[in-house]
């Protein structure tokens, strides 16, 4: 059987800790903590939508992601020095759109649009999976403030999402994948879940060979079970339980 580095079971997820206003200036806001990946989120809310959706009574919501140049173990360059975001950070904010704007029912969020900011500032592995579950605990904050300011009748909230992530090093199937386990895996994938047993997206990719689907699903299995106890740390984050 494949040997954690962290000495963790196969199923065990790392330490994961959720700090809810975080920051004095942000709606809503929240640290997520995945073992050593530590993701600042914030949401905040806007009057103006894009020029597409206006008067269309609908909100929106969108995220932006990015990496601190210290957030690894060597100095990477911002990339607005790039001029652009690469494709990975690209495709990684809109995951974490998608995952919000799918518990949310953006026509009862009226014609507001929450803009998330998921900064990475220490990377561990799973660092999507990390924005996507902190970044719903900022929503949810924002959206309260709207409720207590008499700016929404209603919530639009629907449901609760979380992500983690999974893979397969040396045949075995594990949960949560820090860095050095991510980086050797021969299979890995992320899992955006909703607390009603509903599946968001599944990103799940061979490195060295093809898994089987019976592999998959364990991975599936793992994913569920895991997300489980993350809903939990979300309502505690929120003192809703």
Known sequence: MFKRPSNRNFDQIRDIILEANISPYAEGSCIAKFGNTHVLCTASIENKLPIWLRNSGKGWITAEYGMLPRSTHSRMDREVTKGKPSGRTQEIQRLIGRSL????????????????????????????????????????????????????????????????????????????????????????????????????????TAEEKPFKKEQFQRLLNLAETCTKNIFEIQKDALGLN
């Open 101 to 204: 704007r799918s518990v949310v029912d953006l026509k009862k969020l009226a014609e507001y649009q929450i803009k998330i900011d998921c900064d990475v500032i220490q990377a561990d592995g799973g660092t999507r999976t990390a924005s996507i579950t902190g970044a719903w605990v900022a929503l949810y904050q924002s959206i309260n403030y709207l409720l207590k300011t008499g700016k929404l009748s209603e919530n639009p909230i629907i449901d609760q999402v979380a992500a983690i992530s999974c893979g397969i090093c040396e045949n075995q199937e594990l949960v949560d994948l820090d860095y050095k386990e991510d980086s050797s895996a021969e299979t890995d994938g992320n899992f955006v879940m909703t607390a009603n047993n509903g599946i968001v997206e599944i990103q799940t």
